[in-house]
C-alpha cells in the first residue's frame, strides 16, 4: 500500500490513480481518512509506486501547483 | 476547514493552476531554476576569494594572500565562464524551456533565443579618459578602429561581461522570448524545409527549424535595426535602463517582499506549493538582483539590492516554510503531546537541512487550524524584520548563493559573505518565530490532554 498526503484536489488524484493500469501497475483507493488517502497497488516496489503516483500527478496541469506528499503504507 | 478546502477547491486551485501551467512563466522559473549549477559555481568561487583572498589582505596576512594566488586567478577564470556572463546561460535556458513547453524542438529554441539575445546588446564599450588624448594618440585609435570623442575612446565589435551578466537578463527575456514566439509559431504552422526519412535525424531536425530560426533572428535584427535608427539607442540597453532597473527596484520595496512572503505561507497551508506557483515573481524579480549583488562583492563595490532570493532562506524559511525548526524545537521542549513530539523528532534532522515535509504533512500543519495563525504570521514578522534591518545597514544584503539546504544560521552567515551580524539576526529572528510558535503548541498540546481527560 501507499499513501498520499493530500490535501486538495483529493477527487481528481483518486480518479487519476483509480483509472491507471500500465505496466502491470494499477492503484486502487482502500481508504479516505482527512488528507491521507491510502491506495491498494499492484506493484512489487512501493517506494517505486510512491513516486509513479507523485509523477502521475505533478504530470497533470492541476496537479503541478499541489504540495502533497506520497509515501510507503506502513 | 471543509468549507474553505471546497472553497480553495473552487476559487482558488484554478487560479494556481492556470498560473502554475502558463507556458511562458513556467519556462521563466525553468529558466532561472536551469542555470543554478553556474550560478553555485561563480557564487562559489567569490565565496573562496572572499576566504583566501579578501580577509586574509585585510588581515595583513601577505604571504599567505601571495601564496593562494594560483587560486584566486581559477576562480577568476570561473566567474568569467559563469556568473559574469550569466543573462548568456539564462537566454539559452529561457528558450529550450519556452520551446519545449509548446512543443517545439527545445535546442532549436536554445540557439534561436540565444541568437536574438547577441543581436540586441550592445557590441561597442567606451572608455572615459582622465583628459583628452593628443592628436598622434588619438589617430593611433583610430587607425586601430576605435572612435575618440573628446576624452571617451568607443571600441566597437566587442561583447564585454557588463553587457552579458545578470543586468542584461531582461533583454534575453523579451528579444529571446520575441524570436522563441516567431520560431515557434512558424514550426507549428509547418513553414518549414522536410527532409526524406532516409536523412538521418539529426540532419532532419536541423533542415526542419532552418526556416522558424532564420526568419526569427532576421525579424529580431531588423527590430534592433530599426529601434537603434528611431532612437539612437541600442534595443538592449534600453530594455536594461527603462525595464529591468525599475523593476529590480520594484522588488526592493517592501510590499512585494512581504506580499510574496504571506501568499507563499498561504498557498503552503491550503496544500499548494507556493514557490511553485509564484516562481517567476520569486526568481525573475530576486535572482537578478541576487546576482548584482554577487557581482558587487566580486568588484569589490557595495552591493545596492537589500533583498534577494536567498533572502527569504536565510532570515525567514528556517527549516523550510513557515521556519518550522523553531515549532518542532518548542515542541520537543514544551509539548506534552506523545504523537507531536514522536513527529519533532522525526522531523527534527531534516529540518535541520531545511526540509519540512514531514512535519507540514506528519504534525501536521497542512490544514491544521490550530497552526494556521504562527505559519503565516512567523514568516511575515520575520521578513519584515529582515527587511528592514537589511534596508539600514545593519547586516550586509545577501551576495552569495547558498544552497537552500544549508542549516540555517550558516546559510544566513555564508549568504552574507560572512557577516556575523546577519547569524545573529538569523537567531534573533528564530527566537521570535520560537515565541509565535509556542502559544499554540501549548494550546494544542492543553486541547490533546482536555480531550484525553474529557474520554
Keep these: 500500500m501507499i499513501f498520499l498526503n493530500a490535501p486538495i484536489s483529493q477527487d481528481k488524484i483518486i480518479d487519476l490513480l483509480n483509472n491507471y493500469d500500465e505496466n502491470g501497475i494499477s492503484f486502487k483507493l482502500k481508504s479516505k481518512n482527512g488528507m491521507k488517502l491510502v491506495f491498494d497497488t499492484t506493484a512489487e516496489d512501493l517506494d517505486a509506486a510512491a513516486k509513479l503516483a507523485k509523477s502521475l500527478i505533478k504530470a497533470q496541469s492541476w496537479g503541478m501547483v499541489l504540495y502533497f506528499q506520497a509515501g510507503v503504507e506502513k | 476547514m471543509q468549507g474553505i478546502v471546497n472553497w480553495l477547491e473552487k476559487y482558488v486551485v484554478p487560479i494556481a493552476t ?26 562559489f568561487a567569490t565565496l573562496l576569494n572572499a576566504l583566501l583572498n579578501t580577509y586574509p589582505a585585510q588581515w595583513g596576512w601577505d604571504g599567505f ?9 581559477i576562480d577568476g577564470l570561473v566567474w568569467n565562464g559563469t556568473l559574469g556572463i550569466f543573462a548568456v546561460f539564462f537566454a539559452a535556458m529561457w528558450g529550450y524551456h519556452l520551446s519545449e513547453n509548446y512543443h517545439a524542438d527545445g535546442l532549436g529554441g536554445a540557439l534561436v533565443s540565444l541568437s536574438a539575445f547577441f543581436i540586441s546588446v550592445n557590441t561597442t564599450t567606451s572608455l572615459s579618459l582622465g583628459k583628452s588624448l593628443s592628436k598622434d594618440v588619438a589617430k ?22 557588463g553587457q552579458l551578466n545578470s ?5 534575453a527575456m523579451i528579444l529571446g522570448g520575441l524570436a522563441v514566439v516567431i520560431y515557434i509559431w512558424l514550426l507549428h504552422k509547418d513553414i518549414t524545409i522536410k527532409m526524406p526519412d532516409t536523412v538521418p535525424p539529426a540532419v532532419s531536425k536541423a533542415f526542419t527549424a532552418m526556416i522558424p530560426s532564420m526568419a526569427a533572428i532576421f525579424i529580431v535584427a531588423i527590430v534592433n535595426y530599426l529601434f537603434t535608427k528611431m532612437t539612437g539607442q541600442v534595443f538592449g540597453d534600453w530594455i536594461n535602463a527603462t525595464i529591468q532597473a525599475p523593476l529590480m527596484k520594484l522588488g526592493q520595496g517592501p510590499g512585494l517582499v512581504i506580499l510574496v512572503s504571506l501568499l507563499v505561507q498561504i498557498l503552503w497551508f491550503f496544500g499548494i506549493h507556493g514557490p511553485n506557483v509564484l516562481g517567476p515573481i520569486l526568481e525573475g524579480v530576486w535572482t537578478p538582483t541576487q546576482n548584482l549583488n554577487i557581482e558587487a562583492l566580486k568588484n569589490g563595490t557595495n552591493p545596492i539590492y537589500y533583498w ?21 524545537a518548542a515542541i520537543l521542549i514544551f509539548s506534552k503531546r506523545a504523537d507531536e513530539k514522536a513527529v519533532a523528532k522525526l522531523a527534527f534532522a531534516p529540518g535541520l537541512f531545511n526540509i519540512n515535509e514531514p512535519v507540514m504533512f506528519g504534525l501536521p500543519i497542512v490544514l491544521n487550524a490550530i497552526y494556521f495563525i504562527p505559519f503565516i504570521l512567523a514568516p511575515v514578522v520575520n521578513t519584515i524584520i529582515a527587511y528592514f534591518v537589511t534596508a539600514a545597514h545593519w547586516v550586509n544584503p545577501v551576495t552569495v548563493s547558498v544552497p537552500w539546504i544549508t542549516p540555517p ?18 537567531l534573533v ?27
Excluded: C, H
Design chain 2, 18 to 43: 492556470k498560473i502554475g501551467s502558463i507556458p511562458w512563466l513556467v519556462a521563466l522559473r525553468d529558466g532561472f531554476i536551469s542555470t543554478m549549477p553556474i550560478t553555485m559555481a561563480g557564487s
Design chain 2, 65 to 73: 594572500v601571495k601564496g593562494v594566488q594560483p587560486i584566486v586567478a
Design chain 2, 308 to 328: 534577494t532570493r536567498s533572502s527569504f532562506d536565510a532570515y525567514v524559511w528556517f527549516g523550510g516554510s513557515g521556519g518550522t525548526i523553531v515549532l518542532l
Design chain 2, 409 to 426: 544560521v550558516l546559510l544566513a552567515w555564508m549568504a552574507t559573505n560572512f557577516d556575523w551580524r546577519a547569524a545573529v539576526l538569523a
Design chain 2, 167 to 171: 543586468a542584461a537578463l531582461f533583454t
Design chain 2, 140 to 161: 593611433l585609435f583610430t587607425d586601430a578602429g576605435a572612435t575618440v570623442d573628446g576624452k571617451t575612446v568607443t571600441l566597437g565589435g566587442l561583447f564585454t561581461m
Design chain 2, 429 to 455: 529572528n528564530m527566537v521570535i518565530a520560537f515565541f509565535i510558535w509556542l502559544p499554540f503548541v501549548l494550546a494544542s498540546s492543553r486541547m490533546a490532554a482536555d480531550e484525553e481527560q474529557a474520554a
